[in-house]
């Protein structure tokens, strides 16, 4: 806790004191940052304990503004446990948003459909989650300041903050799909029989993100919701070679409604 409430220290210092709703961009995305009236920006690098973003397209700000009239915290990339970094490491900025005073989360990632029904570019709301990552940030000493040792997580994400993304959605005639999503090591992507697998274990998604921030969250009482844009299409009886390239062409595509999204629900809340 103490190098959690030196960095919040450091960020109210800079004048980052007001606000409610916290945004996590993934892989290529980064069009809400258009809508936003920056009052403050600051690299990774400078922020007190702090990881650093090692993945190219991922900028390494946290940029704190006015997007439709409420004050925002924006993570311009996410850190993950590929890069080497413990699952504590991944979750610090969620627990120091909390701190900071943020009642809504939104997280964003590029994701494989597992689910052929999905086509590339397609928006999906995630309902729950499989973790099938390694480890767990949780897992160690429990810092009562911050939640209980057991969370419960029969619902991981925020019913209500599902409500209003479904409603915006269909108002805005933005097509939002919803799926469960399985988390991975990576940085590899997966097998055809990984893929096999993960369709048999009811995973309509497959990423390599967003789950242990999901997880942190709902240990501090963190009101969350995420959601993934289909990056390419796993058929494991028709999987072409792919490259990260693509993924990013393809989430590029889709910014824009997800900006659209969030920033129209971040207005009615």
Known sequence: MKLLHATKQFLLDRGITDAT????????????????????SLPYREIPNFPISTVEFHKGNLVYG???????????????????????????????????????????NAAGGVNLNYKKGDLVLLDDHINLQNGNPLIGHNEEELGGRFPDMSQPYSPFLNQC?????????????TGVYAAVNGPNLETRAEY?????IGADLVGMSTVPEVIAANHCQLACAAISIVTDECDPENLAPLNI?????????????????LKETIAFL
Do not use: N
Request: aromatic share 8%; proline share 1%.
């Open 21 to 40: 709703i916290g945004i996590v961009l993934g892989t290529g995305l980064h069009k809400i940052l258009d809508s936003i009236e920056v009052l403050q």
């Open 66 to 108: 006015l997007l439709a009239g409420k004050h925002v915290l924006i993570m311009q990339g996410r850190f993950h446990y590929y890069e080497g970094y413990s699952m504590q490491q991944l979750v610090f900025p969620v627990r120091v948003m909390k701190l900071l005073g943020i009642k809504s989360l939104f997280l964003t």
């Open 165 to 177: 993304l479904k409603d915006k959605a269909a108002s805005l005639a933005i097509e939002l799909k």
């Open 196 to 200: 096999r697998y993960l369709k048999t």
């Open 245 to 261: 390239a693509e993924i990013i062409k393809v989430a590029a595509k889709a910014d824009e409604k997800v900006a659209i999204l």
